[in-house]
């Protein structure tokens, strides 16, 4: 298996019993180094591109912030920005996502 797989398949069914991860990473399939990283209700965005891309269209879209910040238990459609609202969170976030970046790994 891959080095930081875990399986959660328990925990996608809804298996009380089951284990999933306290955070998830992900990262977008093309050149751009975007990535996301989810902890509980939290959800923070860093783009390392200026622009948004629509691959279906073939085209820049819009042009964003290199971080973003959600809070999904109020927004789970993502359209309210609170990186700015809520700092600690943001910095703390931002640190542990570098970090799985830097070392390129979760598992310890």
């Keep these: 298996?891959?080095?930081?797989?875990?399986?959660?398949?328990n925990a996608l069914l809804g298996e009380k019993s089951a284990?999933?991860?306290d955070h998830i990473v992900s990262q977008d399939n093309g050149l751009r180094g975007n990535y996301g990283l989810r902890v509980g209700n939290w959800k923070l965005q860093r783009h390392d591109s200026e622009r948004m891309y629509n691959g279906n269209l073939q085209m820049e879209a819009w042009t964003v912030p290199q971080y973003?910040?959600?809070n999904l238990a109020e927004d789970i459609r993502e359209m309210n920005d609170v990186y700015e609202k809520f700092p600690e969170v943001a910095i703390r976030m931002?640190?542990?996502?570098?970090?799985i970046i830097d070392n390129g790994y979760t598992r310890k």
């Design 94 to 99: 931002k640190n542990q996502l570098q970090s």
């Design 68 to 70: 973003t910040l959600f």
């Design 1 to 9: 298996g891959m080095l930081d797989s875990f399986n959660i398949l």
């Design 19 to 21: 284990k999933g991860r």
